[in-house]
């Protein structure tokens, strides 16, 4: 079964970088649509950025030209580099897999202003 944990959130200023990281077991990693979603308290979980197998990737608008995913196969490691971070940022975000559709247990990023 596969699992996924992700790492890397926490507290940052505006204008800031993190880095997230999601590290998955088993052995579909290298075919498997890598993405990060994030949940903001009341809103719904939205897509951030995902990878396919083949390094195509798509971003929503509201990250273009800050946010950079990418996947280290040999580690089934999928990267999610956020830099200019803004307060608009805040939420708990989440490591997914299809196939076949896992999530991890999501990490806290906060962006004070």
């Known amino acids: 079964q596969v699992q996924l944990v992700e790492s890397g959130g926490g507290l940052v200023q505006a204008g800031g970088s993190l880095r997230l990281s999601c590290a998955a077991s088993?052995?579909?990693?290298?075919?498997?649509?890598m993405g990060w979603y994030r949940q903001a308290p009341g809103k719904q979980r939205e897509l951030v950025a995902h990878?396919?197998?083949?390094?195509?990737?798509n971003y929503a608008d509201s990250v273009k030209g800050r946010f950079t995913i990418s996947r280290d196969n040999a580690k089934n490691t999928v990267y999610l580099q956020m830099n200019s971070l803004k307060p608009e940022d805040t939420a708990v975000y989440y490591c997914?897999?299809?196939?076949?559709?896992?999530w991890g247990q999501g990490t806290q990023v906060t962006v004070s202003s």
């Open positions: 997914n897999l299809k196939p076949p559709n896992v």
């Open positions: 990878i396919t197998s083949g390094d195509a990737t």
């Open positions: 088993g052995s579909i990693f290298s075919i498997s649509v």
